[in-house]
């Protein structure tokens, strides 16, 4: 079935017809586990046409961006400070990485155990599945983990890859070490864009980030409602799209929904009812478009009210000072901000299970799920102190490791439906 | 004369049909094989009883309720059917050990009777019943009778593998050395017992422990799990109806922590 946008994605080089199949595939599965929602509110008709021109027209848009000069910088991980490329005219997108599409070229390449977020990406290049890794003028890669640390090593083979490095203790010369990263990035992003970075303009770049931000921080209040006025689904996905769409035409629509969550929450009204066990999801991040897990658990009977995830509290919950003066001062607070994410890379990080159990608290959660994907060892470590913490607590928390595949989905339903019995 | 009540079990490997009525024991309890064709087993089993209300559970409680549409049917999961089978006919139980054909299970129980945590294992059928019965093949044993066959060892061997394949190589060298089958099928054995000593300890295992599902017929496993725990199993008069049972308790509203 030929689209407007074929030319488009053949003038990337796209493969044809595993695209035309990755997006049918997409397509089926966001109807099946989306469109069969009922209850959803209007907003959501934004994320839905959103997502249905992920690969369309948001890749015109970079396209036209592009045309009128500026540089698309794709990334991976929410250390990359996008107020640095906003600052320099760019357009930065978080490239997904949650298919398992692809799969076999990456296994080429990679060993085989290696986690399904960093074969997706590797896969989605090898196989020309992806118009934003196509578009992007530089990939940033970062060091959070030796699978991804050693993969950009294979990957710069085929894409434009600049690595940072992220420190994994929060001592003050790790600070140094992150504040030179930091500048060594703005560096690299002058050099690709041919812009200089100045105080006025990275200012309203971390306003519009924290913008950005602060519409998801009250998406996230709303979701402390009892009955809770969204699905789990639809707060991951408005978390996914807003890694890739405009971020200011995201900001405004966003604020509209909350708006319209609002009314619901003010009149009593939720997307299920009161007495559903409310869960949280703990963990690694679920990128589009790796549903598979919130759909087991939302139809298992319970309902998701939180995303302890970078996907999810990770990418949103600090802000960066805006009072800085200087230049310096504004790259200053953006260090700062940036090294208080509490990413299992770091050691001891314990800040991270002080958030858990507070936002648990906050959100009232009967339960949470620590999500680990298979190979992930930051983060399959970290799993015991957090059930630990969490029992400190007395909030009951189940741990699932699992991947992009669906052959254990019948087994994870089992423990899912038998978590959702002992919480109710 | 009160309604009757009945639990059915879909796992891997049987079925098993539970029916209850008023406080008594079970009117009517039945075990068959699953087959390729569960929903013929279901159907011929349902066929024979009458029933008010069914409560299913194991893996094919879903395909259950779907072809039951006739009937008031409720699912739960093995996990809370097993707690709850468990908790009736050992009130004092703590934690629940279920092998079955390919899953093993474990769980823990507060006080009250409630699941407080399990562990399942993951999507391989590394030491479960499964593994078993791959063995006795394997070794030219009835499944029936492996337990007792590998008691009749003079040694122990380790067996390292828990995969069902890499296990079956290893076991196949050993064999080439001339090592005696019984001593091999202890290892086997013992490398069940291993990996499920491992799961107690993880729920942070109490006593007393009961051990259901179709493997504690097994002799030797029952023996060896009782020499390493160094206590006493409650073992059920019939460790595989236990999910049906529990099953069916729960459509009696028998909940746990309000028994």
């Known amino acids: ?424 | 004369m009160k309604e009757n009540i009945a639990g059915i079990d879909i796992g891997s490997r049987s079925i098993e049909l539970v029916v209850l009525n008023g406080c008594g024991p079970p009117v009517h309890q039945v075990k068959v094989p699953t087959t390729f064709d569960p929903l013929a087993q279901c159907r011929r089993l349902m066929g024979e009883v009458s029933a008010g209300r069914v409560v299913a559970t194991g893996y094919g409680r879903k395909l259950f309720a779907d072809f039951a549409e006739d009937m008031d049917v409720t699912t739960i999961t093995e996990i809370q059917a097993y707690a709850l089978g468990a908790r009736f006919l050992f009130p004092e139980a703590r934690t629940v050990l279920d092998i079955g054909g390919q899953d093993t299970k474990v769980i823990s129980l507060l006080t009250n009777g409630k699941v407080g945590k399990f562990e399942m294992n993951d999507r391989c059928a590394a030491g479960t019943g499964k593994f078993l019965e791959f063995m006795a093949t394997a070794l030219q044993v009835p499944l029936e009778s492996f337990g007792e066959y590998a008691l009749g060892s003079d040694k122990r061997i380790q067996i390292n593998s828990m995969c069902t394949v890499f296990a079956e190589s290893e076991a196949t060298s050993l064999m080439a050395r001339g090592e005696k089958a019984e001593n091999i099928a202890m290892g086997l054995h013992l490398a069940i017992v291993q990996r499920t000593l491992a799961m107690l300890r993880r729920v942070g295992m109490e006593s007393p422990l009961v051990f259901a599902g179709g493997v504690a017929h097994n002799v030797c496993v029952r023996k060896t799990i009782e020499e390493q725990l160094e206590e006493k199993l409650l073992i059920p008069e019939n460790p595989d109806m236990v999910g049906a049972l529990g099953a069916a308790l729960y459509g009696k509203g028998l909940q746990p922590g309000t028994q």
């Open chain 1, 1 to 424: 079935m030929s689209t407007p946008h074929d030319a488009m994605w053949e003038k990337l080089n796209l493969d044809l017809d595993a695209h035309a199949g990755l997006l049918q595939v997409l397509g089926k599965f966001y109807g099946d586990i989306y469109m069969s929602q009922t209850g959803r509110l209007k907003g959501m008709e934004y994320l839905d046409f959103v997502l249905s021109e992920v690969h369309g027209l948001r890749i015109k848009e970079l396209q036209d961006a592009k045309a009128q000069g500026k540089k698309v910088i794709g990334t991976f991980c929410v250390f990359v400070p996008e107020e640095i490329v906003l600052a320099a005219d760019g357009v930065q997108v978080g490239l997904c990485a949650g298919a398992e599409a692809g799969k076999d070229a990456a296994e080429k390449v990679l060993p085989r155990n290696t986690c399904a977020l960093i074969k997706s990406f590797v896969g989605f290049k090898l196989s020309r599945l992806c118009p934003f890794i196509e578009s992007c003028d530089l990939v940033v890669g970062e060091t959070t983990c030796d699978g991804k640390k050693k993969a950009y090593e294979i990957f710069a083979d085929y894409a434009p890859v600049y690595v940072m490095e992220i420190p994994q203790m929060k001592n003050a010369c790790d600070r140094e070490l992150w504040r030179a990263e930091v500048l060594r990035f703005k560096d690299k992003v002058e050099e690709v864009t041919g812009k200089s970075i100045m105080a006025p303009r990275l200012r309203e770049a971390i306003r519009l980030v924290n913008d950005r931000r602060k519409v998801l921080q009250r998406l996230n209040r709303l979701r402390a409602a009892s009955p809770v006025p969204i699905s789990g689904r639809d707060a991951l996905l408005i978390n996914q799209i807003s890694f890739y769409d405009d971020p200011v035409r995201f900001t405004e629509k966003i604020g509209h929904l909350c708006d319209e969550l609002e009314e619901q929450v003010n009149s009593g009204k939720g997307i299920v009812p009161k007495e559903t066990p409310r869960l949280m999801l703990s963990g690694c991040p679920m990128a589009v478009p790796n549903w598979k897990l919130p759909y087991v658990i939302e139809s298992s009977g319970a309902v998701i009210i939180g995303e302890e995830s970078c996907i999810g509290t990770r990418n949103i919950r600090d802000l960066v000072d805006e009072s800085g003066e200087s230049l310096d001062d504004l790259l200053n607070a953006i260090v700062d901000r940036y090294m208080r994410i509490d990413c299992a890379c770091f050691t001891p990080n314990m800040e991270r299970m002080d958030n858990i159990v507070s936002m648990a608290r906050d959100l009232k959660a009967d339960g949470v799920i620590h999500y680990g994907l298979s190979f992930c060892q930051p983060y399959a470590i970290e799993a015991f102190k957090v059930e630990k913490a969490l029992k400190a607590a007395d909030i009951p928390m189940l741990s699932i490791e699992t991947d992009y595949s669906m052959e254990d989905v019948e087994q994870l339903k089992t423990r899912v439906e038998a978590f959702v019995e002992m919480v109710r």
